[in-house]
């Protein structure tokens, strides 16, 4: 799937906003990926997934025993990303602010992880979630996303595939220029508090 395929997703289901968003790196931007909506329609979810599995190397791939991802954000595509792989999805949460896997979900001892994510900016909520990982017994071999915002700056301390890389810019609080900042906030991610 080449990127303007996957942009065309995108814009196909109103997923691609613009106004003035908090993002929950914290810093600001005039568009936003709201990649639940992208995801809303289970064929397009299973067609992204087929096309991010195939970013990874193929001895990669044999390697995984699960997928797990960060709710909210992760969750459809982590389950998509199990599917294409034919491997558990499994989910991370985090009821008090830090990562923890809950539902009665675990790791066995040493299991090869393959991180999920829809979209990473500062790699700040995939590294939580590999400590996460790490945390509770596994070994995060590789991290995936539908997006790279990040403009290939994130160091997530794994090898990271990226289905398209998208680079809007963002602001640190302080540094939002005037014509955004005249803009409501908006907080659509999940870290909306």
């Known amino acids: 799937m080449t990127d303007e395929e996957v942009l065309s997703e995108f814009r196909a289901s109103e997923a691609l906003l613009e106004g003035h968003f908090m993002l929950s790196s914290g ?9 639940a909506r992208v995801l ?9 997934a087929m096309a991010l ?3 990874l190397p193929r001895e990669l791939r044999g390697e995984i025993d699960v997928v797990v991802s960060p ?16 491997k558990d999805a ?25 991180m999920v994510e829809d979209v990473v900016t ?28 990040s ?5 997530l301390g794994v090898p990271y595939y990226a289905l398209v890389e998208i680079n809007f810019p963002t ?11 005249r803009i409501p906030v908006t907080k659509p991610g999940s870290r909306a508090k």
Do not use: W
């Open 122 to 149: 500062t790699g700040l909520s995939s590294r939580e979630a590999i400590e996460a990982v790490k945390r509770e017994g596994g070994e995060v071999v590789a991290e995936v996303s539908l997006v790279d915002r």
């Open 171 to 181: 602001f640190a609080n302080g540094e939002v220029p005037e014509g955004l900042a």
């Open 90 to 114: 499994i989910f991370l949460e985090r009821p008090d602010g830090e990562f923890h896997l809950r539902r009665g979900f675990r790791l066995e001892p040493g299991a090869k992880v393959l």
């Open 40 to 48: 809303m329609n289970p064929e397009r979810a299973g067609r992204l």
């Open 53 to 55: 599995a195939q970013k």
């Open 71 to 86: 709710a909210m954000g992760g969750l459809i595509i982590g389950h998509e990303m199990g599917r294409a792989l034919g």
């Open 27 to 35: 810093r600001h931007s005039g568009h936003y990926l709201q990649c």
């Open 151 to 155: 403009a290939g700056e994130a160091d």
